[in-house]
């Protein structure tokens, strides 16, 4: 909603969000050329600010663009923090390559969290399987498909959601050519597995994917409480029959997975563990 | 370059090209969603308009996006040519989701034909193969990948064409996972190849790729001047035996390749009498 929209500038000023702010040719329109990070504040806080400042500068490495710093984006947050003190807000880092011949259009917005991801969380989701037709180990040696960065071009990711929802479901998991579960156009994927010496938390390994700053944090906080973890290809067959599966993300952050592909999923309690973990508030 | 840039309206009005036309939260930006179109103006008149607004509502329908009619785009199209009367020009057609709640954002920007893209055309471009992991069969019964849609989301083509850019090149062709020539990043690929009945001009078939409106127009021109033309599954090895290979786009037009993966290719003097077919401006 226009009203509740926070806009900032990199040097701190808030600009109103309904008063336009990028160029016509700016290559993140006409190109959906340039990179993002989205996270969560709660209570005014950013969650992972390092985490994503540093995948952020990672995206425009692999989009040869040369950014503002940390510091500099740190003052954009600070701007749309301080503006709404004590608030949970959704926080967007914003970097297109900008206009021809010209800088980077670099902002920070913040926004209401919404509704629906706050319900998910408990309520959980159904889920489509959607083929991606390429598998993570070969998006993974062809880095001029831009997998791994965190880029502005996303009508596919939100294509796939609108194919989802038309057909009463809340989102989507992507399977590779090779049969492996990859992840969701906005998520991480987790499921946890009964192994011969006891459960495991497993996700895919973060090859030709991106590499989910939620699902690490959660995999981290698991080792730290002795939940074995583990970085492996995961099947569809391996999520039937799994223990639970999430999917995990900077502002829904953890959401079982109700039913896969039209077949119910369990979840075996495990969601107010692994929301524990996560810090997820209540 | 910011000065030579027209932008107008669909009422028609021309704006400065200086002046931001987007906002911070419109999902043209934020999410590269959106569709869009270029043509050429040769003396103030332009290439295929009727095509291009053709597959621009075709692109909308895959993201079902709303779009204003065709008068209306013919409305802001003709504020740019106007602007700059009997001009060559490189004209655009831009619709994004717009804004959260918003209606799409549509306007059409007219600006200079690139020398590089005129000079391409005789001198040629050497191109380099890279894979793109998708078959043109897989992409087309996956239509949630949107490869069948001219989108806003393009960084994965100016990924391709900054890595061959990297390495002095001048172009890219995706090859698929079934090594079946796909498309370039923005361009469709045309071979003249001897079957037993004599020489025919290919392309490959339109699946899972963009239906170039050039290439459909060289091709409709081949067969009304009796040159047989196929649509057919193209391989590498195709092109290296071909009598010549050719980069078709609507701004460029019609570039003969050189060299393809390292390798030279002949053209066997057929450039000039398909820039005929194809009314390439002298």
Redesign the interface.
């Known amino acids: 909603?226009?009203s509740d929209?926070l806009?900032a500038l990199l040097d701190g000023t808030l600009?109103p969000?309904?008063?336009?702010?990028?160029?016509?040719?700016?290559?993140?329109?006409?190109?959906?050329?340039?990179c993002?990070e989205t996270t969560l504040a709660v209570a005014g806080v950013p969650r992972d600010l390092p985490e994503h400042l540093a995948r952020l500068q990672l995206s425009a490495d692999?989009?040869?663009l040369v950014l503002p710093g940390p510091e500099d984006w740190t003052r954009g947050v600070d701007a749309v923090l301080g503006a709404r003190q004590g608030a949970d807000q959704v926080v967007?880092l914003?970097a297109?390559r900008g206009?021809?011949?010209?800088i980077p259009t670099c902002?920070v917005?913040g926004?209401p969290v919404p509704a629906s991801s706050v319900a998910q969380r408990t309520a959980g989701i159904r889920v489509a399987l959607?083929?991606?037709?390429?598998?993570g180990a070969?998006?993974a040696r062809?880095?001029?498909?831009?997998f791994g960065?965190k880029?502005?071009?996303?009508?596919?990711?939100?294509?796939?959601l609108?194919?989802a929802a038309a057909r009463g479901l809340d989102d989507?998991l992507f399977v590779g050519?090779d049969g492996a579960v990859l992840e969701g156009p906005r998520s991480s994927v987790v499921a946890l597995l009964e192994d011969d010496t006891g459960p495991v938390l497993c996700t895919p390994p973060a090859d030709g994917i991106l590499d989910g700053i939620t699902v690490r944090r959660l995999l981290g906080a698991a080792d730290a409480a002795g939940l074995a973890t583990s970085r492996r290809l995961l099947t569809v067959a391996d999520l039937q029959a799994a223990q639970g599966v999430w999917l995990t993300s900077s502002v829904r952050l953890l959401a079982p997975v109700t039913e896969l592909d039209g077949s119910p999923l369990v979840d075996g309690g495990w969601t107010p563990r692994l929301a524990a973990l996560l810090e997820v508030p209540a």
Do not use: H, K, Q
């Not at 969000?17 to 340039?34: F, K, Q, S, Y």
């Open positions: 909603m226009a929209l806009v600009v969000a309904d008063r336009p702010l990028l160029r016509a040719d700016d290559a993140g329109v006409t190109r959906g050329d340039g993002f692999l989009l040869d967007r914003i297109t206009p021809e011949g010209g902002y917005t926004g959607l083929e991606r037709a390429v598998s070969d998006a062809m880095p001029w498909l831009l960065a880029t502005l071009s996303y009508a596919m990711n939100m294509g796939a609108r194919w989507v050519s």
